[in-house]
């Protein structure tokens, strides 16, 4: 079946750090991935998606590309801040049917001033 | 903007005890979920729901049932709820596969729930 892992954190970072959480997959035919992120004491939002190999998504200065050669789609970001500290979970779903997206555990970022 | 909404963010019961989950989303979603989050162990997906009154099993539906009586409101029903039930419960929806954005799954803030 669909999996994904993703780096165990916590992860602690200075701010301006340049950071990188690895996700990989394992899924049968062409997934669509993402990554949400959730902010303490709150539900999970999108952060961005990628749907077709090569693609890259990016969103308030955090990127990933979805390579499909190394069934990877590793989160970054050029420089954190403080306000970055939360849990980011990498997700896939395949795209056909009535797939439920399929969720790593979650990795914990804490940037520090 | 999606709203899901939930009918608590705190609740406290006791072993035993019959509880609802209350999930109610603005969008005319026809996909819903409930998940548990637990540290070290992510997400698991509980129940989902394609449309009124159907219900699929997920990972981990033992202890648990759902309704789905309307297409905006999808509740989680623990029947005897024990200690090892106290969790975060998050809902989800999404609009059907094939339409536009269909993939992404808009969250309520959760309920953080204690079982005595």
């Known amino acids: 079946g669909n999996s994904v892992t993703q780096m165990e954190g916590p992860v602690t970072l200075s701010e301006e750090a340049f950071l990188t959480i690895n996700c990989t997959y394992t899924?049968?035919?062409?997934?669509?991935l993402f990554w949400y992120v959730q902010y303490p004491g709150e539900g999970l939002q999108l952060l961005l998606k990628?749907?077709?190999?090569?693609d890259k998504g990016s969103n308030k200065g955090f990127e990933a590309t979805y390579r499909k050669e190394t069934t990877s789609f590793h989160l970054e970001k050029g420089s954190v801040q403080v306000s970055d500290s939360a849990v980011y979970f990498c997700?896939?779903?395949?795209?056909?049917?009535?797939?439920?997206?399929?969720f790593g555990k979650g990795t914990r970022l804490s940037v520090i001033a | 903007d999606v709203k899901v909404t939930q009918s608590s963010r705190y609740l406290v019961k006791r072993t035993g005890e019959k509880v609802f989950l209350e999930c109610v989303q603005d969008?005319?979603?026809?996909?819903m979920f409930w998940y548990r989050q637990d540290p070290g162990l992510g997400l698991r997906l509980i129940y989902f729901s394609y449309d009124v009154k159907m219900k699929e099993k997920g990972d981990i539906p033992e202890g648990y049932s759902v309704s789905r009586e309307k297409k905006e409101r999808f509740s989680l029903i623990l029947e005897s709820a024990s200690t090892n039930q106290t969790s975060m419960y998050l809902c989800a929806s999404r609009k059907p596969p094939g339409t536009e954005s269909s993939h992404e799954q808009y969250f309520g803030p959760g309920t953080r729930l204690t079982v005595t």
């Open positions: 997700a896939l779903t395949s795209n056909s049917g009535n797939t439920p997206l399929v």
């Open positions: 969008m005319d979603h026809e996909n």
């Open positions: 990628a749907t077709k190999a090569d």
């Open positions: 899924a049968t035919g062409y997934p669509s």
